[in-house]
T-cell receptor
Framework: GENVEQHPSTLSVQEGDSAVIKCTYSDSASNYFPWYKQELGKRPQLIIDIRSNVGEKKDQRIAVTLNKTAKHFSLHITETQPEDSAVYFCAAIVIKTIFGAGTRLFVKA | DTEVTQTPKHLVMGMTNKKSLKCEQHMGHRAMYWYKQKAKKPPELMFV???????INESVPSRFSPECPNSSLLNLHLHALQPEDSALYLC??????????????FGEGSRLTVL
């Protein structure tokens, strides 16, 4: 079955800096790659997603890139703000959603 | 209405109790899910219902019994649970009931403690 690895497990950045989270997946049939943000005590919420026929997608300060050949995808957050502090999960879907282990992002003011 | 509503928010039960978790969505989504989330871990898939029929069971112990009474409701019946079953139980829904791609809309979760 699908296996998703996510790095780093913890990331601490200064406000205004960029943050990059990387994921790899194992099943080449995976065709949809969402990113979820989960604030403490809250539900996971989709922040951006990308499909396998697209290499890059951007939404304001957030961008995701996908390299199908290497089977990896990344989340880029620019101009980080304290409210970006949360746990971020990548996921890959082929039939079912498989989540990465999560990255705890701390943005220091 | 873009909400998935879960009740109760908190539940404490003994190992001999029978209880149920409830989930409701009115977005017309055709797939509904139960996930289990332990502290500092990702959501772990338990069950998927597609068009009100159980389509995926991730080898979940029989002490967890899902039920989908109609297209808007999803229940999780709990019986003879173990302390290690204590976790946040998240319900989710998605529009696509066949390929399961697309955004998962999560409820706020039911935090279960088994004594």
């Amino acid at each position: 079955g699908e296996n998703v690895e996510q790095h780093p497990s913890t990331l601490s950045v200064q406000e205004g800096d960029s943050a990059v989270i990387k994921c790899t997946y194992s099943d080449s049939a995976s065709n949809y790659f969402p990113w979820y943000k989960q604030e403490l005590g809250k539900r996971p919420q989709l922040i951006i997603d990308i499909r396998s026929n697209v290499g890059e997608k951007k939404d304001q300060r957030i961008a995701v890139t996908l390299n199908k050949t290497a089977k990896h995808f990344s989340l880029h957050i620019t101009e980080t703000q304290p409210e970006d502090s949360a746990v971020y999960f990548c996921a890959a879907i082929v039939i079912k959603t498989i989540f990465g282990a999560g990255t705890r992002l701390f943005v220091k003011a | 209405d873009t909400e998935v509503t879960q009740t109760p928010k908190h539940l404490v039960m003994g190992m001999t109790n029978k209880k149920s978790l409830k989930c409701e969505q009115h977005m017309g989504h055709r797939a509904m899910y139960w996930y289990k989330q332990k502290a500092k871990k990702p959501p772990e898939l338990m069950f998927v219902y597609s068009y009100e029929k159980l389509s995926i069971n991730e080898s979940v112990p029989s002490r967890f019994s899902p039920e989908c009474p109609n297209s808007s409701l999803l229940n999780l019946h709990l019986h003879a649970l173990q302390p290690e079953d204590s976790a946040l139980y998240l319900c989710a829904s998605s529009h696509d009931g066949q390929r399961y791609t697309g955004e998962l809309f999560f409820g706020e979760g039911s935090r279960l403690t088994v004594l």
